[in-house]
């Protein structure tokens, strides 16, 4: 059972992090310089509140009909990592990107 | 890809910056208020000096030398040397003040007038000395210069092909103090102290201090 609760746990929401080009995120910047894009990813099965086990029911049986409720948390940003700047290859601007990049992750 | 890259060492340090916490954020810091645009002024000036201040304070050398004193080969790298202050807001402006009126402004401010003492001691040239600076310390002729930057005297590089650097002021109108504003100037302009202190840590040669 131990083991089970461990790998579990190892699938839970967690911060990741993937070193990249700025041209990488597609954003239509043109400069050589990179940054460390850090993301949430994992399951959030273990985080699930009365509320979702409520949500969950109501769907089963019927008495809510949508196809827009989640009823399961997500595994998203719960903070955002400080502002990263860049040089452009024009050699004369600079640009700013805020909350691109995930700091603190939770299931929400 | 070329056997002998190259290289640009510039470019190289503003990527290595920005996989550091700490760079990353004290140099977003500075950019954010040096290129914000208010009220029909280019920047707001204070913000943007008090930021870089707070850039070289903060920042280990490693990383803030990197992109200051970065040694060059080609125009792309110099520019991006020569843009590592955002010189549009931190340097240039309107008029070029004469430069004894500059170090009076200078003096009425006790963080530039403490910075200029420094620099005017720690990067002293001498002809005689291996080094070319009477202190042969480079490390302190490197931070007593950078501490300059974001004071009045915030001095920047003037061309793309050599180490020569100066803050934003000339010589002109200086009636009889002609000599005096010169000697001045040429101590930002022509100092092989600096620029020997500058280019043994763009070649990483500085063995007693790095």
Not at chain 1, 32 to 47: D, M, P, Q
Request: hydrophobic letters at 30%; glycine letters at 4%; charged letters at 25%.
């Amino acid at each position: 059972k131990g083991r089970r609760a461990q790998r579990l746990k190892s699938r839970d929401c967690v911060l990741s992090e993937i070193h990249l080009n700025v041209t990488d995120l597609g954003l239509g910047y043109t400069t050589k310089e990179e940054l460390i894009f850090r993301y949430c990813s994992g399951s959030c099965e273990t985080a699930v509140t009365l509320y979702d086990q409520i949500l969950n029911n109501l769907t089963q049986n019927k008495k809510l009909v949508s196809d827009k409720i989640r009823p399961q948390p997500c595994c998203r940003p719960i903070a955002y990592d400080d502002d990263l700047s860049f040089l452009d290859d024009d050699l004369s601007t600079y640009h700013i990107l805020r909350k691109h990049s995930a700091k603190k992750c939770g299931c929400v | 890809e070329p056997v002998i890259s190259k290289g640009n060492n510039c470019l190289d340090a503003a990527k290595a910056c920005n996989l550091n916490d700490i760079c990353k954020k004290y140099r977003s810091a500075y950019i954010t208020p040096c290129t914000y645009s208010v009220s029909n002024e280019i920047c707001n000036k204070r913000k943007c000096h008090k930021a870089l201040r707070q850039f070289f304070d903060k920042v280990p050398p490693k990383h803030s030398y990197g992109m200051l004193f970065c040694s060059c080969r080609d125009i792309a790298c110099t520019e991006r040397r020569r843009q590592t202050i955002v010189p549009a807001c931190s340097y240039e402006d309107r008029e070029k003040p004469n430069c004894l009126n500059l170090q009076e402004t200078c003096k009425t401010n006790y963080i530039c007038r403490s910075r200029l003492a420094d620099f005017f001691t720690n990067c002293q040239p001498e002809s005689r000395s291996v080094s070319n600076c009477l202190k042969e310390n480079y490390a302190d002729c490197l931070l007593a210069y950078s501490g300059l930057i974001g004071t009045v005297m915030t001095p920047n590089y003037l061309n793309y092909n050599n180490l020569s650097v100066a803050p934003w002021c000339d010589c002109g109108s200086s009636g009889n103090d002609i000599e005096e504003c010169l000697k001045f100037l040429n101590f930002f302009q022509d100092n092989s102290c600096l620029k020997s202190a500058i280019q043994a840590f763009g070649n990483g040669t500085d063995v007693n201090v790095w």
